[in-house]
């Protein structure tokens, strides 16, 4: 993305605001009014190094809040993902690192209505944390400048119904291990079985905080960024009914 000189403080703090992808439908209510145009056609690249770096973690989140509401009203930007290709390709300056689940129905760049370079991206069956998630996590943030680690757990996940139900299959029988810890953690009222969406979506909304206690317990180099306020560690929830993303802690 490249700048005018002519643009103004305000314009990048509204830029900053909409870093990932203002849909033009966002622009129609900017108070900015003639802006709105020149923002929408600021858009057709991916995040910049200035616009990451100038962020706060919270206003990230609020970021993917507002492209999650876009994926649900159908308003998503309208993207030029070749723009967004050759805008990348020299260098990536992501404000996210997400972790989530394999599931097809769940693709964060999707349903937080995100471009090429916006985030990375790691994705396990059951959104655990294991040594190359972990490292992939610190290599986001430590390394390239993110400011969120975000975990995005998602309702009717087969991988904690597979935990529930201990399944024994292969490789799958120790990755869900991974999950199991969060089964006696989950208070719940009712029937405890993976034929219960209730129970299973109260306990991969556990397992999303397991997750993030296992990012702190094993990562010093996440927790120290933590620490200095240079990033957030988080948790979410996506419903695959109605694509609402709720930020659980
Ligand atoms: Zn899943």
Known sequence: MKRTSHESADNLAVDRRSFLGTAL??????????????????????????????????????????????????????????????????????????LGCVDSRVPAEIVFDVGIGDTFNGRVAGNVVNDDLLGSMEFACAVSGAKLVLVLGHTACGAIKGAIDDVVLGNLTGLLARIKPAIPETKFEGEKS???????DAVARTNVKVSIENIRLRSPVLVDLEKKGSIQITGAMYNLANGVVDFVS
Do not use: H
């Open 25 to 98: 439908g966002a622009c129609a209510i900017s108070p900015l009014g003639s802006w709105s145009m020149q923002l929408a056609a600021s858009m057709s690249g991916s995040l910049t190094k200035e616009q990451r770096d100038s962020m706060t973690p919270s206003q990230v989140i609020d970021e993917l809040k507002k492209g999650n509401e876009r994926f649900r009203a159908g308003k998503m930007a309208a993207r030029d993902y070749l723009a967004e290709k050759r805008s990348s390709a020299a260098g990536q300056y992501p404000a996210a690192v997400i």
């Open 194 to 200: 993976s034929k219960n969406p209730a129970y299973v």
